[in-house]
């Protein structure tokens, strides 16, 4: 079992900076693919992109590369998104997730473990 504890979510103004934290516990992290992704209100939940945390290989969604950076931290179960030059639409509550499938993807239904999400809110 894994358990997902995001922070770093928060208030912001237009063009300025978060960075999100996912720890993850449970047995299972080093192979696994860890995942973000962001709802907004009356929206369907998107993928920002992923990471596999035994090789560090990122996979961005098009529609945040170049803004929204995935990283990792080994020694502390971390995954981090790096998010800059923040607009308006990017305001949603930001989800990481888990998946055990053996290798990185951006469907959804493919994540076995969710966190309970933080609030990102640009104005």
């Known amino acids: 079992h894994v358990q997902l504890v995001e922070s770093g979510g928060g208030s912001v103004q237009a063009g300025g900076s978060l960075r999100l934290s996912c720890v993850a516990s449970?047995?299972?992290?080093?192979?696994?693919?860890m995942g973000w992704f962001r709802q907004a209100p009356g929206k369907e939940r998107e993928a920002l992109g992923d990471?596999?945390?035994?090789?560090?290989?990122?996979y961005p969604a098009d529609s945040v590369k170049g803004r929204f950076t995935i990283s990792r931290d080994n020694a502390k179960n971390t995954v981090y998104l790096q998010m800059n030059s923040l607009k308006p639409e990017d305001t949603a509550m930001y989800y990481c997730?888990?998946?055990?499938?053996?290798?990185?993807?951006?469907?959804?239904?493919?994540?076995?473990?969710w966190g309970q999400g933080t609030q990102v809110t640009v104005s």
């Open positions: 449970g047995n299972f992290y080093r192979s696994s693919c």
């Open positions: 997730a888990s998946g055990l499938m053996g290798y990185c993807s951006l469907l959804q239904h493919q994540y076995n473990f």
């Open positions: 990471i596999f945390t035994g090789d560090g290989v990122t």
